[in-house]
């Protein structure tokens, strides 16, 4: 049980840190640089008032010096970012497919933030997290299964781009986002060439129910598909013999 408290404050403290990162790198700011800080009244947070989650429960959703609210979408990375800390370890214990599974989290978290903020995939996440997830197949699975995985990863990079010019070409407008073909190199890296596709058939299912509610109750029809793609990798590396056994029988190749 220990172990299980440990990770989610641990998650909860790189939750807080990863609201850091997004929202500063939406603004080209610095993720260093000012200190915690009220962005209504500029007044910087005392220690006290950057405990994840419980901070935001002591303050009552609202800033000490000026009462101005504070986003639910503070608290919600904290809590999220514990919680899928502490699933990675009860999936995979302490492994390496646990801390493949930790980066996963992390990249997940900060694009849920900014694609369905800003509709951007920050290209920094996913340059790290790429690099994070080579260095841990280098050492566990050696070099040559690792550059097949970098293939994997750019065939699926390849692909999406084609999917793009296609759809660009079909719709007379942008089909996919550019974060979105470099999310796929990272599916691609993770789950493989054959399950990367299949998790783009996932993906597009968990954004189905969203798709219907944004056309019926917002004016725009255009949603956000990382934060599709990047759950649809989760659940996947999660399940990965299921869904590899379900890839077979469905396909057979």
């Known amino acids: 049980m220990e172990i299980y408290i440990l990770l989610f404050v641990l998650g909860a ?13 939406l603004k080209n700011e610095s993720i260093l640089l000012p200190k915690s800080h009220c962005p209504k009244c500029q007044k910087s947070l005392k220690w006290y008032e950057l405990f ?33 800390f502490m699933a990675s370890y009860y999936v995979f214990g302490f492994s390496y497919s646990f801390f493949i599974s930790l980066i996963i989290s992390s990249v997940l978290v900060i694009t849920y933030v900014t694609d369905f903020m800003e509709f951007v995939i920050l290209d920094e996440v996913l340059l790290i997290g790429g690099i994070l997830i080579i260095i841990v197949l280098l050492i566990s699975t050696g070099l040559n299964s690792t550059i097949l995985k970098i293939l994997h990863g750019g065939a699926l990079f390849i692909i999406f781009y084609l999917f793009k010019l296609f759809g660009d070409k079909l719709f007379k407008k942008e089909s996919l986002g550019g974060g ?13 060439l054959k399950l990367g596709l299949f998790s783009v058939v ?52």
């Open 52 to 84: 994840p989650i419980f901070s935001y429960i002591f303050l009552r959703g609202k800033c000490h010096k000026c009462k101005s609210k504070i986003s639910i979408v503070y608290p919600l990375v904290e809590l999220l970012t514990g919680l899928l």
């Open 13 to 25: 403290a790189f939750g807080s840190f990863y609201n850091v990162v997004a929202l500063r790198l």
């Open 202 to 253: 996932i993906a597009s299912f968990l954004a189905f129910p969203y798709a219907m509610i944004v056309s019926l109750f917002k004016k725009t029809k255009e949603i956000p598909f990382g934060p599709f793609l990047i759950t649809s990798l989760f659940v996947i590396y999660f399940k990965f013999n299921f869904f590899s056994d379900l890839f077979t029988r469905l396909f057979e190749w």
């Open 180 to 192: 979105d073909i470099k999310l796929a190199f990272l599916i691609g890296l993770v789950l493989g």
